[in-house]
């Protein structure tokens, strides 16, 4: 006869995820996510496969955390203020009470850079992608954009939205809104 499992898989899943923003995927150990999320390896592995199958449920999770941005910044219709306002929005919710510092997914994509590991890939291509398209979107409101500086300029977003992510890792306050005030400057 099957056990009932003794704790809520979403909560598990946050704790983890949350381990795993602070540490990354390779300093984090089975121990470590055994003692932070309340539950055994046993149960880890149930319910998850393994350390990869619950990272892949952690950048999930993340994606769903992260969404509220994304869809705000979807529906707005501003231009480049809005994908500015993205920008301030991606550093505030490193302010929140509980959240690490930058951005799991840039973390992840810097950790996974040189790795061949096609699940991860495929969730970075598609939150990257995802983000991309956005940018061009709004870019593309400006009628005195042209299709390559549209393009130029999303790559150049895309870029600057991770060094801004990575930044707020080390950087102060000022400073992080320094960068994104001359990110603007040149849009």
């Known amino acids: 006869m099957a056990r009932k ?8 899943v946050e ?11 390779e300093k ?14 046993f149960s880890i592995y149930a319910s998850f496969g393994n350390k990869h199958g619950l990272f892949i449920e952690s950048l999930k999770s993340y994606k769903k955390k992260v969404n509220s941005i994304f869809e705000n910044f979807k529906n707005a219709n501003k231009g480049v203020e809005d994908i ?6 991606s550093v505030r919710i490193c302010d929140e009470n509980g959240n690490q510092k930058g951005c799991l997914i840039t973390n992840t994509y810097n ?5 061949e590991d096609a699940l991860i890939q495929e969730e970075m291509e598609s939150f990257m992608s995802k983000l991309k398209e956005l940018f061009i979107e709004k870019l593309g409101m400006d009628d005195s ?17 991770h060094g801004l ?7 102060s306050p000022q400073e992080i809104e320094d960068y994104i005030e001359m990110t603007f400057k040149n849009i």
């Open 15 to 25: 704790k983890a995820m949350n381990l795993f923003w602070r540490n990354g995927y």
């Open 145 to 161: 954009k042209d299709k390559e500086t549209i393009l130029r300029q999303a790559n150049f977003l895309l870029l600057a939205k």
């Open 111 to 115: 950790e996974f850079s040189e790795r």
């Open 165 to 171: 992510v990575a930044a707020t890792r080390v950087n």
């Open 84 to 89: 500015k306002e993205f920008f301030y929005d």
């Open 5 to 12: 499992k003794e704790y809520i898989e979403s909560e598990v």
């Open 28 to 41: 984090t150990s089975m121990h470590m996510l055994e003692k932070e999320m309340g539950i055994n390896k």
